[in-house]
């Protein structure tokens, strides 16, 4: 066959597509692993056994439980999703954010969201050829209100996404403001908890109430990256009809299982991210104290954003990196964000083990 006879990707994809490079995940083979807002803790030991009890005569040869109904009622009753509300899981809430711009494409009309902020509603936006405009938040990372609301006018978005808290930021915003947002919005909220499990405000509890408003949330950050599990809770409307869009089977069966079996020792992980909670404020207080760290940027989430001196980003990076500690260089993400560092909170020898190597990593600038 004649190489010439077929298309090219290139003839095939758009362009916006094809200038989005793949999503890129360090490799931290060998070194102490900060980077991805992940649970820093191990179950305890009796608990990992009962676990693989739990996973044991798993039916792999049969499809999954497609509506996932003992899940959804452990999900509904540990994280107190409203009774009003519809459910809907994701693999990962990444899923769910594709399902939602998917839904809407076709309208004509655009996605918006605050930026810096998550990649993955702009990635996801081009991916799918829905217009994205971000809206930059203001020096201090603050929602700026005034834009936003002139942006919604403009463009009569079909989604706003919010996330609540931000990453990278770790800010959360004041809930008037996000009610603000979810009532001048005539599209959807989403608004996007990821770190809830960390954070002092939730509106799970408007969650089918409020006209508007999707509440989406993940398992990742709490201590469950590894088996993909996102939820939405929306006015059963919404999730009706998103569910048509939803692939059949997408939440598997060891992660179905899984995540039922966590929830009923959530204790095990609300403790966690207790500890995970008192471990950032002190992470907070040692940054500040810090010479060569110039701003501190306070975290309702499980990591912390912090700047070093003009043009030093890279290098710190490096150093950690040399010093075995990886964390994220969001410098090149948003120009707010230039010399800009984000770390996730470890175990506290691992904080421990963090500034100490940032500390020789700033000496040496
Ligand atoms: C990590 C993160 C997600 C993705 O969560 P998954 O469920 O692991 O796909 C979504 N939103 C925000 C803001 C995040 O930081």
């Known amino acids: 066959m004649s190489a010439g006879r077929h298309d090219r990707p290139e003839d095939l994809m758009r362009p916006e597509v094809l200038a989005q490079p793949a999503y890129a995940v360090a490799d931290a083979t060998g070194l102490l692993k900060l980077d991805a807002m992940e649970n820093p803790w191990p179950w305890p030991g009796e608990l990992e056994a009962a676990w693989l009890e739990a996973l044991s005569e798993p039916e792999l040869n049969r499809y999954p439980d497609a509506a996932a109904r003992d899940l959804a009622a452990r999900v509904r009753a540990v994280e107190a999703v409203p009774e009003g509300a519809g459910l809907m899981f994701g693999n990962g809430s990444d899923e769910l954010i594709q399902i939602l711009i998917q839904a809407v494409a076709g309208s004509g009309r655009p996605v918006i969201a605050p930026e810096p902020g998550f990649v993955m509603y702009g990635v996801l936006a081009r ?86 408003l999707l509440v989406m949330r993940t398992v990742s950050k709490l201590g469950l990256a590894g088996t993909r599990l996102g939820y939405l809770a929306a006015e059963p409307a919404w999730i009706d009809a998103l569910d048509r869009l939803r692939l059949p089977y997408n939440i598997n069966t060891l992660t179905q299982r899984s995540v039922r079996f966590a929830l009923d020792h959530r204790d095990v992980l609300d403790g966690q991210a207790r500890a995970i909670v008192a471990e950032r404020e002190r992470l907070l207080q040692a940054l500040e104290a810090l010479a060569g760290v110039t701003s501190v940027v306070p975290s309702q989430a499980n990591f912390v954003l912090f700047r070093v001196g003009e043009g030093q980003g890279a290098a710190v990076f490096a150093g950690l990196r040399e010093r075995g500690v990886l964390i994220k260089d969001v410098g090149r993400a948003h120009p707010l964000l230039a010399d800009h560092l984000r770390v996730t909170v470890g175990r506290p020898e691992d904080n421990d083990r963090f500034l100490e190597a940032l500390e020789a990593a700033l000496a040496r600038r």
Not at 153 to 180: K, M, S, Y
């Open 127 to 212: 991916a799918l050829g829905v217009p994205f405009r971000g809206v930059s938040l203001r020096p201090d990372f603050a929602l700026d209100l005034d834009a936003l609301l002139a942006a919604i006018r403009e463009e009569q978005p079909a989604i706003v996404f919010l996330a609540h808290p931000n990453n990278p930021t770790g800010r959360l915003e004041d809930p008037a403001t996000v009610q603000a947002v979810i009532e001048a919005n005539p599209g959807i909220t989403v608004v996007d908890e990821a770190y809830a499990p960390f954070a002092g405000h939730s509106f799970m509890p408007q969650a089918g109430g409020t006209a508007g």
